[in-house]
């Protein structure tokens, strides 16, 4: 019997303190909160969203209310702040839940748990490449052990082995350390993966198939010289299995600009040498950018003056941000190249546009339109936006979002389980929260 789709507030009470063996679970990307980092997360919105409603308070306001709303056992968070999560989410601490927290990186995956209902199985969470293991012991006889994989996988378009890696190394985990699927423990793999993960990609049929053979290609490349498999597996996608034979909804919707920004191939355009290739539009967009920095005497080079003026206009400050790392990266390597002393070496068109490639390889495509929007207006030609097309129409003029054939439609957002669990619900797409039954009662 597939998963029930539930609208909002419907599934609130299908959770352990009404039954048992009945559990419910809660992913969101929370987007790195901006309360004190996190200061690019207003250039991932378009420019008709107010600059308040990109602000935590507002943000955090909405995710509070979803919470109350769908009354989870287990909440899963993924880019909590390293600096502020434990002042960010207080309240879920005061609302009766506790948690673990990632150890490493400025975006942190968070797994908080009902303290009345659940309790770690462990002396700690396990901490991998950006994967948060946390076995969660349901209090009361006979209540067993949920082991929660909370991730956050790499993003873009040559992490696919990568991703790959860090579920494996994940699953891994669980076999090494507790007594595995087939010992009593029920395994929820949840969060989000930066990626479609059907059994076309390595992630999908390493969950879904269980094994993922030896020169398997995603995105082009191989990401295996050996098998990699997945002790546990197959697994089953909740979310897909609730909306079976139609597929799910996105989770993930913004402005389609993949195929504005990039094609497939090598790029040639890009110092150094990328995987891929830009667009005309963005060639044309990155040199009309770069001539109004231009200042050597032709018109034809920026200074490092110029190019930290370039950063600190995209950014704030000109020595924060990955546009700053690549940018710093090319002027060092043509000073090595004995380009001339650090004041002498200049800046190309090329390497401007190597400084966006760079991005886009990182999967920033919103970030990458959001500065060209907002450079091409500073600069007094907002309407070659649409000549270059690299952003669509209803973007370049500050209006609300269009068809939805302009729309990027991502399922990038996924919900896992072992077959010991059976999923008797999801609630609608609004939140990726799905109800898990123990057993097959």
């Not at 299908?14 to 004190?36: G, V």
């Not at 009902?114 to 349901?138: H, M, Q, Y």
């Not at 919103?366 to 907002?374: K, N, T």
Request: net charge negative; aromatic share 8%.
């Amino acid at each position: 019997m597939p998963p029930t789709i539930f609208p909002p507030t419907q599934s609130s009470h299908l959770c352990l303190a009404s039954s048992p063996k009945t559990f419910s679970i809660l992913s969101y990307n929370i987007l790195l909160p901006n309360s004190q980092d996190g200061w690019w997360i207003r250039k991932n919105y378009p420019p008709s969203t107010p600059s308040a409603s990109r602000e935590w308070p507002h943000r955090s306001a909405l995710l509070q209310a979803k919470v109350r709303t769908e009354n989870p056992d287990i909440v899963c968070f993924q880019e909590a702040s390293e600096v502020s999560h434990e002042t960010d989410h207080a309240w879920l601490s005061a609302a009766g839940y506790d948690y673990a927290v990632h150890k490493k990186g400025r975006m942190r995956n968070m797994t908080w748990w009902r303290r009345s209902e659940l309790e770690l199985d462990t002396t700690e969470a396990f901490c991998k490449d950006r994967t948060l293991i946390t076995p969660l012991k349901i209090k009361g006889e006979g209540g067993g052990v949920v082991w929660i994989v909370n991730c956050h996988l790499t993003a873009g378009t040559r992490a696919a082995d990568r991703r790959l890696r860090q579920l494996h190394d994940a699953l891994e985990t669980v076999r090494k350390k507790g007594r595995g699927a087939g010992g009593g423990d029920h395994i929820v793999v949840c969060g989000d993966f930066n990626a479609e993960a059907d059994v076309e990609s390595a992630a999908g049929k390493f969950l879904l198939e269980g094994e993922v053979d030896a020169g398997f290609m995603d995105g082009g490349a191989m990401v295996t010289s050996k098998t990699k498999r997945c002790f546990c597996g197959p697994m089953r996608n909740a979310y897909a299995d609730a909306y079976s034979p139609a597929p799910p909804p996105p989770t993930l919707v913004g402005p389609r600009l993949v195929s504005r920004l990039i094609r497939e191939g090598g790029g040639k355009g890009a110092t150094p040498p990328s995987a891929i290739t830009p667009t005309q539009g963005l060639i044309e967009a990155s040199r009309a950018i770069f001539f109004s920095y231009a200042d050597s005497e032709d018109n034809s080079r920026m200074s490092r003056r110029a190019v930290e003026t370039f950063l600190r206009d995209i950014n704030g400050v000109a020595t924060r941000g990955s546009e700053s790392r690549k940018a710093n990266e090319i002027l060092h390597g043509k000073e090595a190249e004995g380009g001339g002393a650090e004041g002498d070496v200049m800046f190309s068109q090329a390497d401007m546009l190597a400084v966006w490639i760079g991005e886009l390889e990182q999967g920033k495509y919103w970030g990458v339109a959001h500065d060209i929007h907002a450079l091409s207006a500073g600069f007094g030609f907002p309407e070659r936006l649409k000549e270059w097309d690299v952003v669509p129409a209803w973007y370049a003029d500050g209006e609300e979002r269009g068809s939805e054939d302009e729309l990027f439609l991502g399922l990038y957002d996924h919900v896992f389980h072992t077959g010991g669990l059976r999923c008797v619900g999801m609630s609608d797409h609004r939140a990726l929260k799905a109800v898990f039954r123990m057993g097959d009662d």
